[in-house]
């Protein structure tokens, strides 16, 4: 009897061993004190069911993420990839190199997610080949043989994003709600002969509904604690972001920098902001 309790707590013990030493990328030195295992395994939440009839008004508007800001550093750190931590572009990036999420080409022109690009024009627009690069042959002085330079896109180079949302009111519910239904990563655009930032060219449009299942398994840092990390589908659905609205829905399919500038754009975006809030409060208004 007492060799069979040996037994036992034995098998026990070394299954135990077994079963954390394949849960930690090194056993003999992890680096966490506990197994991270609740961001890993989230699913986001599900939306609501939303009936057409039940939407009483809504309102298209397009917005501009600009991670310069201090609120928004969260989504542009680390510019290099860390063990728990990515940027978000660094999220997109592996999710479309792992062909889990889909990239929409001809950003700047359609927003509506129709043309599809394919693996191969992915890739193109993340490492980029300049194969006119001459250096001199160190084995034939005199002579030049071609060395292409590789240009490689990284998080660093995306200082903003496009964002396209939905606003509505739901009767059914008797709620102003929100659905975010793109993303678009932008990346500087320089000029060549002063290398200095004239503006961001559009890279690709993902459909957001489609990204969520990725966003929800990718850590987000938190400033206050680093037991409590938020993911990249909690920033959003918690509206964790500042952001500022270039564009909504009008007869012109014009956006707001086409007939204002500098800081009439800025008042004009405040006064869209500000008409989705008027809406919403004069419904409670007695």
């Given at each position: 009897m007492k060799r069979f309790r040996f037994l036992l707590v034995a098998v026990i013990t070394i299954l135990s061993i077994s079963t954390t030493d394949a849960q930690v990328l090194d056993p003999n030195f992890p680096d966490q004190v506990y197994l991270k295992e609740n961001t890993r395994t989230r699913r986001p939440?599900?939306?609501t069911y939303l009936r057409e009839a039940d939407v009483m008004w809504s309102k298209r508007v397009w917005r501009t993420i600009d991670l310069r800001e201090k609120f928004n550093h969260p989504l542009y750190y680390p510019e290099t990839r860390i063990q728990d931590?990515?940027?978000?572009?660094?999220?997109?990036?592996?999710?479309?190199?792992?062909?889990?999420?889909?990239?929409?080409?001809?950003?700047?022109?359609?927003?509506?997610?129709?043309?599809?690009?394919?693996?191969?024009?992915?890739?193109?627009?993340?490492?980029q080949w300049d194969s006119t690069n001459q250096v001199e042959d160190p084995n034939n002085p005199g002579t030049f043989i071609l060395a292409p330079i590789k240009t490689e896109l990284l998080s660093n180079n995306v200082k903003a994003y496009w964002m396209k949302e939905d606003w509505f009111f739901d009767k059914q519910r008797s709620?102003?709600?929100?659905?975010?239904?793109?993303?678009?990563?932008?990346?500087?655009?320089?000029?060549?002969?002063?290398?200095?930032?004239?503006?961001?060219?559009?890279?690709?449009?993902?459909?957001?509904?489609?990204?969520?299942?990725?966003?929800?398994t990718a850590e987000v840092?938190?400033?206050?604690?680093?037991?409590?990390?938020?993911?990249?589908?909690?920033?959003?659905?918690?509206?964790?972001?500042?952001?500022?609205?270039?564009?909504?829905?009008?007869?012109?399919?014009?956006?707001?920098?086409?007939?204002?500038?500098?800081?009439?754009?800025?008042?004009?975006s405040d006064r869209i902001k500000n008409d989705i809030f008027v809406y919403e409060h004069d419904l409670w208004h007695f």
């Open positions: 939440i599900p939306y931590r990515r940027s978000l572009f660094d999220v997109l990036k592996d999710a479309l190199m792992a062909g889990s999420i889909t990239a929409f080409d001809n950003p700047a022109m359609d927003d509506e997610f129709k043309v599809k690009m394919s693996k191969a024009a992915i890739e193109g627009l993340f490492v709620v102003m709600d929100v659905r975010i239904l793109g993303l678009c990563p932008m990346k500087e655009k320089q000029d060549p002969s002063t290398g200095e930032v004239v503006g961001y060219l559009p890279l690709f449009w993902v459909y957001f509904p489609q990204c969520r299942p990725v966003f929800a840092y938190n400033l206050k604690t680093d037991a409590e990390r938020r993911s990249l589908d909690d920033i959003f659905w918690k509206r964790m972001f500042q952001s500022y609205v270039h564009k909504e829905t009008n007869v012109y399919d014009r956006n707001i920098q086409s007939y204002y500038t500098g800081l009439d754009a800025l008042l004009e």
